[in-house]
Nanobody, 124 residues
Framework: QVQLVESGGGLVQAGGSLRLSCAAS????????MGWFRQAPGREREFVAA????????YSADSVKGRFTISRDNAKNTVYLQMNSLKPEDTAVYVC?????????????????WGQGTQVTVSS
């Protein structure tokens, strides 16, 4: 069992920045790759970014490349999502998830544990 708790969401103006955190606990949490997804009202959940268990490999959606950076600190069992140059269309609930797989991180089907999410609202 892995427990995931997100924090760091809030209200920010367009062009601003936020850093989300996802604290993991439980059995084997350090050996999992981690991902961030987001879901805006009326839209399907979509992949944002993922990182390998070592932190050596990352993968991001085209819509956030160059603006968002995923990282992790295994000593703290925490994964981060640094979000810069935020746009109103980034408004969503951001959710972190863990996966035992080494590929296919863009697919929700690969993830077995999910957090509750944190709201990010970007005003224009």
């Amino acid at each position: 069992q892995v427990q995931l708790v997100e924090s760091g969401g809030g209200l920010v103006q367009a062009g601003g920045s936020l850093r989300l955190s996802c604290a993991a606990s439980g059995r084997a949490s350090r050996s999992y790759a981690m991902g961030w997804f987001r879901q805006a009202p009326g839209r399907e959940r979509e992949f944002v970014a993922a990182i390998s268990w070592s932190g050596g490999s990352t993968y991001s959606a085209d819509s956030v490349k160059g603006r968002f950076t995923i990282s992790r600190d295994n000593a703290k069992n925490t994964v981060y999502l640094q979000m810069n140059s935020l746009k109103p269309e980034d408004t969503a609930v951001y959710v972190c998830a863990s996966t035992p797989y080494g590929t296919g991180w863009y697919s929700m089907m690969k993830y077995d544990y999910w957090g509750q999410g944190t709201q990010v609202t970007v005003s224009s």
